[in-house]
């Protein structure tokens, strides 16, 4: 089995170009891929989508790419802990879809398994069924979540090995993972990277596969 490309966050950032789709793992930062999100600061790309379960600090993980107004739009379960978030949400700065955290979750699944979506009841009532579908099932209604893809997804993984099979440590694992299976082109930027082999191939949390590149974080 040939390895992965290992890459630096320089060379992981120029992949990613101006009006792309992104994803960012990460939970509050917990699990982002720091020296990624640092080179694309550096670069100044701008006018992103991006794919995310939150805008973590004003200085830590998607913080910063807001900071820096590289970001068009946010979708993401919540951006309350940034308050310059809110801030550009509220001047028309940037644009905001807020999504339940379970049907963000799933509707990156459904992208990533090649499915035209997931039915929920989540949102029945309240603003998050605006403009969306409903299917009757049994007499009840549900919301159809069409998938979310991206162009690139950025996820960042404590042990990879030179194969791109990853592990994901406590609550690192967060969206990593399913985010990993949901882009055209996935790197990971990595704690460590071992040789194949080194670790039982059921330790690993997403195989070798989905992942495309390497970065090593130190």
């Known amino acids: 089995m040939l390895g992965k490309e290992i890459i630096s966050p320089q060379q992981a950032a120029a992949m990613v170009e101006d009006g792309m789709t992104v994803m960012i793992g990460g939970f509050m930062a917990v699990g982002t891929p720091e020296k990624i999100i640092d080179a694309l600061v550096e670069k100044g790309v701008c006018d992103l989508t991006v794919i995310a379960n939150d805008t973590g600090l004003l200085d830590r993980g998607i913080g910063k790419l807001v900071a820096n107004k590289q970001i068009k739009k946010i979708i ?34 459904a992208g990533g398994a090649g499915l035209g979506g997931v039915l929920t009841r989540t949102g029945l009532g309240t603003v998050v069924e605006n403009g969306k579908q409903q299917v009757i099932i049994d007499g009840e209604p549900w919301l159809l979540e069409r998938p979310l893809q991206a162009d690139i997804a950025l996820i960042r993984c404590s042990v990879a090995d030179t194969a791109g099979n990853a592990l994901f440590n406590k609550t690192t694992k967060n969206f990593n993972p399913v985010m990993a299976t949901a882009a055209r082109v996935v790197i990971a930027e990595c704690e460590s990277i071992v040789p194949m082999d080194c670790a039982a191939a059921d330790r690993y949390n997403t195989p070798g596969i989905f992942i495309d590149y390497l970065v090593r974080e130190a």
């Not at 309350?80 to 879809?97: F, H, I, Y």
Request: aromatic letters at 0%.
């Open 76 to 109: 993401a379960s919540h951006i309350g802990l940034n308050p310059e978030t809110g801030r550009q949400m509220s001047q028309g700065e940037l644009e905001a879809e807020l999504i339940p955290q379970g049907s963000l979750v799933e509707r990156i699944r």
